[in-house]
């Protein structure tokens, strides 16, 4: 009886572990939006440590320009 169970229970584990590893229809899309979000973090996080030295950079380019 208890070892009928066990095989059923391990059998039923087994199926849906087999299932998840071959099903690979949202893994790509989650993958990819986590890298992107990843960059976007850590460019987020570069312009803040360099953001005066950017806007000072951007400033100077901006009052460069002349209109003739």
Do not use: P
Request: net charge positive; hydrophobic share 55%.
């Amino acid at each position: 009886m208890i070892k009928s169970l066990v095989n059923n229970m391990s059998a039923k584990v087994n199926s849906i572990v087999r299932t998840a590893v071959k099903e690979e229809r949202g893994d790509t899309n989650f993958i990819s939006i986590l890298i992107i979000l990843g960059i976007v973090i850590i460019l987020a996080g570069v312009f803040m440590a360099f953001k005066d030295q950017i806007v000072g950079q951007v400033q100077n380019i901006i009052n460069g320009f002349t209109i003739s």
